[in-house]
């Protein structure tokens, strides 16, 4: 006798959920899920749903994973990653069927709408083979093979849609024809941002991808004088997004510039070198925040970083967090609830015997808006005490320095923040918040300058780009008290 596929993925879903509780989730749930690709190059909607009651019965995986959606693309991470890695390796992409909508493969089946700023000081990114044609070429390529429609523009104080003259995406970036549409004299970054902006407030289901070099052209000779007002004008250009779920995901390029630089105060210089160049992304909040991973943004050439710009969603909830009882732990303490496996209070701490007191604290930010750099910085969070208490972030760790005797509680988390003080722990009952604060990325402030003049001062930067994105982010309503994550502990002595 023959047991059917789904039925087998059945027994192995509800074998994986007895042993849930001593054991992680994630690797249950990793183990299903490879059963279910390898089975047959993709995931049925039978499976799919049995995948997605396992989930809805895992609490910590069911905040990981609160949507279909988001299903899907830890289904078509996994695909790809067994594409490359798997014993035997198998296709991609995959097959996903959700059983609600059409079926689906790995695929978008969004529309792309390019928009390549052509003004003349672009022109060096497209002489030879550089990283600037690699990556634009590459990000059309992949949207293309993910199903989705791509129009192509170019901007400048117009808008020139090319599709009907452009026989292959590489003639969309050869300079003779490049050098063809409109005023290429300056870039007036704001007007574009703008125009852009209303587009894709008009068209909610496309993704609107403006390339350029985000120089700001200021006339006259006070230029540095303009830099605030630039800014504010930058605010209001991108103003209606956040109140339509709109982000902005901002990619930054290196690539070879061999060609005419124009700096501050319109001087021209030919050079040849390595210059930045910048990807703006805008479409709906969940797209955007999945973006990176499911277009492989890490795998250009020429690639350094990125930022997402979103509102808060009132919908998001909280990520996992836990006390860990071993990993990092100097001192000693006790879980308040002695049956918890997510630990968020604990009593009796007492110091090391050098005075110090530490734990680990296990966080989940598979779905924070910032890269793994940016919350691996302890600079980045702010620790306060309802009583006064000085406790501070001291280290953050990826997950796999996870003691094993605290492999049970790991759950969805990527991260483990070192929570220290080596001041007194007050008596009686305090509560401590840990804040992952949204500040400046450094990688902005690194690669800005506020006068490109001379070899030295542009090497690697962009004119105004710190202000450019402080614009940006006012629009999202960033400021001091904003925040992407915070975390509660109670302690009890």
Request: aromatic share 10%; net charge neutral.
């Amino acid at each position: 006798m023959t047991t059917s596929r789904p039925f087998r993925l059945f027994l192995l879903l509800f074998s994986a959920l007895l042993f849930c509780q001593c054991t992680n989730p994630s690797d249950n749930l990793n183990k299903v899920a490879r059963k279910a690709l390898k089975d047959d190059q993709g995931v049925n909607a039978t499976e799919f749903g049995n995948i997605r009651t396992f989930i809805a019965c895992v609490p910590e995986l069911k905040a990981q994973f609160p949507s279909d959606t988001l299903i899907i693309q830890y289904l078509d991470d996994l695909a790809h990653a067994m594409s490359q890695k798997g014993r035997p390796a198998i296709k991609y992409p995959v097959t996903i069927e959700t059983g609600v909508t059409a079926s689906m493969t790995g695929s978008d089946k969004v529309t792309f709408d390019i928009y390549y700023e052509n003004s003349a000081s672009m022109d060096g990114y497209l002489n030879g083979k550089t990283e600037f044609i690699d990556a634009t070429l590459g990000l059309m390529t992949r949207a293309k093979l993910k199903g989705a429609e791509v129009n192509l523009h170019y901007i400048n104080t117009d808008l020139f849609p090319v599709d009907s003259i452009i026989q292959n995406y590489k003639d969309y970036l050869e300079p003779a024809t490049v050098r063809k549409f409109g005023n290429r004299g300056n870039s007036e970054i704001n007007r574009i941002l703008k125009t852009i902006s209303d587009a894709a407030i008009r068209h909610p289901d496309h993704v609107s991808v403006v390339i350029s070099d985000y120089i700001y052209s200021i006339q006259g000779k006070k230029v540095r004088d303009q830099l605030d007002l630039q800014k504010n004008t930058t605010a209001l250009s991108l103003a209606e997004l956040p109140g339509k779920d709109f982000a902005v995901l901002i990619v930054k390029i290196n690539s070879e510039f061999n060609g005419t630089f124009y700096d501050m105060l319109n001087h021209k210089a030919a050079i040849n070198e390595k210059r930045p160049v910048y990807f703006w992304i805008i479409g709906k909040r969940d797209r955007i925040l999945d973006f990176p991973k499911q277009y492989r943004l890490d795998e250009f050439k020429g690639y350094e970083t990125h930022l997402i710009l979103l509102s808060e969603s009132k919908a998001a909830s909280q990520p996992y967090y836990t006390v860990l009882l071993k990993t990092f732990r100097e001192g000693r303490f006790e879980k308040a609830d002695r049956g918890a496996t997510v630990v968020t209070a604990i009593e009796n701490p007492e110091p090391s015997h050098k005075g110090d007191f530490q734990l680990g604290l296990a966080v989940d930010f598979s779905r924070c808006a910032a890269l793994d750099d940016y919350f691996s910085d302890p600079k980045n969070y702010e620790v306060t005490s309802d009583v006064g208490d000085k406790f501070e972030i001291s280290e953050v760790h990826q997950i796999e320095d996870l003691d094993n005797n605290d492999k049970g509680q790991k759950g969805t988390s990527t991260h483990i923040l070192v929570l220290k003080t080596a001041g007194k722990i007050s008596k009686g009952r305090q509560t401590v918040r840990i804040a992952l604060k949204k500040q400046m990325p450094a990688w902005v402030i690194n690669s800005s300058t506020e006068s490109d003049a001379t070899e030295a001062e542009r090497k690697g930067k962009t004119f105004g780009l710190q202000y450019l994105v402080e614009g940006a982010m006012m629009s999202y309503d960033y400021s001091k008290e904003s925040l992407y994550h915070s975390f509660q502990i109670t302690i009890k002595n």
